[in-house]
T-cell receptor
Framework: DTEVTQTPKHLVMGMTNKKSLKCEQH?????MYWYKQKAKKPPELMFV???????INESVPSRFSPECPNSSLLNLHLHALQPEDSALYLC??????????????FGQGTRLTVV | AQSVTQPDIHITVSEGASLELRCNYS??????LFWYVQSPGQGLQLLLK??????LVQGIKGFEAEFKRSQSSFNLRKPSVHWSDAAEYFC??????????FGDGTTLTVKP
């Protein structure tokens, strides 16, 4: 299994809603990532988890809250989002080999629209 | 700080013609370099990677890339483009911690 699975594929939420994005991988990778991608732009790193611990937070607003319940799962909890947070949210995972994180495998993304 | 520049925002080639997409990087140590392809509304698929060793790397779908340290470049090539290659292409550099920085991307259009 070389897939990273993200659910849901599409999400529309109001600015007062609370929702969660989910990501799952069964490749035994110990690093997992959240990226945000706006239209016609490259992905921007949000968070990195390494061995289920948050290792990188790219100064992301607190209305985005990541969680790594176990080595296969990664969640992104959303609360009080703004319309400008509408984007494609990508999850990725990678293996660590001799202290180096190898190439990232990406999921298909969740298309989020905040209304 | 690491950075990537893809000088060409949009490239159009005829089907069957050769292709070269340019990528220049800035990184203080030995870079880990990648090329990804993305179709509209989809995730990113890895085409190829360079970590060390042979500077000419082969990837999937007939793509190859050459790492040139002296020019800080990692250009992507394909000898004969197919209509299905039309997509967005991203070059990326990563550090040991897995932090990847992407270029702004190059949109490839393939003419019949």
């Amino acid at each position: 299994d070389t897939e990273v699975t993200q659910t849901p594929k599409h999400l529309v939420m109001g600015m007062t809603n609370k929702k969660s994005l989910k990501c799952e991988q069964h490749m035994g990778h110990r690093a997992m990532y959240w990226y945000k991608q706006k239209a016609k732009k490259p992905p921007e790193l949000m968070f990195v988890y390494s061995y289920e611990k948050l290792s990188i937070n790219e100064s992301v607003p607190s209305r985005f809250s990541p969680e790594c319940p176990n080595s296969s799962l990664l969640n992104l909890h959303l609360h009080a989002l703004q319309p400008e947070d509408s984007a494609l949210y990508l999850c990725a995972s990678s293996q660590e080999v001799r202290g180096v994180n190898t190439e990232a495998f990406f999921g298909q993304g969740t298309r989020l629209t905040v209304v | 700080a690491q950075s990537v520049t893809q000088p060409d925002i949009h490239i159009t080639v005829s089907e069957g013609a050769s292709l070269e997409l340019r990528c220049n990087y800035s990184y203080g140590a030995t870079p880990y370099l990648f090329w990804y392809v993305q179709s509209p509304g989809q995730g990113l698929q890895l085409l190829l990677k360079y970590f060390s060793g042979d500077t000419l790397v082969q990837g999937i779908k007939g793509f190859e890339a050459e790492f040139k340290r002296s020019q800080s470049s990692f250009n992507l090539r394909k000898p004969s483009v197919h209509w299905s290659d039309a997509a967005e292409y991203f070059c990326a550099v990563a550090n040991n911690a897995g932090k990847s920085t992407f270029g702004d991307g190059t949109t490839l259009t393939v003419k019949p």
